[in-house]
């Protein structure tokens, strides 16, 4: 079935240096995935969608690219910000038509000054 | 518009009592999701609607664990009886089905206590 990895647990990282958030998918279909950021005490929301013409998404500094062949969507960011701080989940969706999403278990990422 | 609406925001019950948790969606979509969330195991899928239709409940929550949605914009959560490891955060979701690909809006979450 499908599946999504998030190896990290948890990040931390110091404000300005470069964030990489891992996430790796096995799907028997060409799924569209996506990043989730929760903030403390907020619900999840949106923060990047894979396109289906390879353009790669970018939202408030940060970007993604759909890598086929090694079936990963990594998250990245050039320099992390103190309110970057937050809960980053990836999730894909399967197949044709299904609404369900499929979720990683989710990295906590925390920027110190 | 009005994003995915959750009530109570916070619950909490004595062990064996039976609790109702409540979602209003996103006017339009017609797919609704229920989720648990803890630090350990994340988000886990309770129950999934497509247009008040149950498409897939979480077969691990069966038994104590019942949605419903008796119209397309309103959907319960009952948990009966409640359980202490019950204890998490209950999210409700939203999103307009299509050829894949759809934003979930996520709701506020109701936080569930049980002592």
């Known amino acids: 079935g499908d599946s999504v990895t998030q190896t990290e647990g948890l990040v931390t990282l110091t404000e300005g240096l470069p964030v990489m958030l891992n996430c790796t998918y096995q799907?028997?279909?060409?799924?569209?995935l996506f990043w989730y950021v929760q903030h403390l005490n907020e619900a999840p929301k949106l923060l990047l969608k894979?396109?289906?013409?390879?353009k790669r998404p970018e939202h408030q500094g940060f970007h993604a690219t759909l890598h086929k062949s090694s079936s990963s969507f990594h998250l990245q960011k050039s320099s992390a910000q103190l309110s970057d701080s937050a809960l980053y989940y990836c999730?894909?969706?399967?197949?044709?038509?299904?609404?369900?999403?499929?979720f990683g278990q989710g990295t906590k990422l925390s920027i110190k000054p | 518009d009005a994003g995915v609406t959750q009530t109570p925001r916070h619950e909490v019950a004595e062990k064996g009592q039976t609790i109702i948790l409540k979602c209003e969606p996103v006017?339009?979509?017609?797919?609704l999701f229920w989720y648990r969330q803890t630090k350990i195991q994340g988000l886990e899928l309770l129950s999934y609607?497509?247009?008040?239709?149950?498409?897939?409940d979480g077969g691990a929550f069966k038994d104590r664990f019942k949605a419903e949605m008796l119209n397309s914009s309103f959907s319960t959560l009952k948990i009966q009886p409640t359980e202490p490891k019950d204890s998490a955060v209950y999210l409700c979701?939203?999103?307009?089905?299509?050829?894949?690909?759809?934003?979930?809006?996520f709701g506020p979450g109701t936080r569930l206590t049980v002592l």
């Open positions: 999730a894909l969706s399967g197949s044709y038509n299904q609404g369900k999403l499929i």
């Open positions: 609607f497509r247009s008040k239709s149950l498409m897939e």
């Open positions: 006017s339009g979509h017609n797919d």
């Open positions: 894979s396109f289906t013409d390879n």
């Open positions: 799907s028997t279909y060409s799924p569209f």
């Open positions: 979701a939203s999103s307009f089905s299509g050829t894949g690909g759809n934003e979930q809006y």
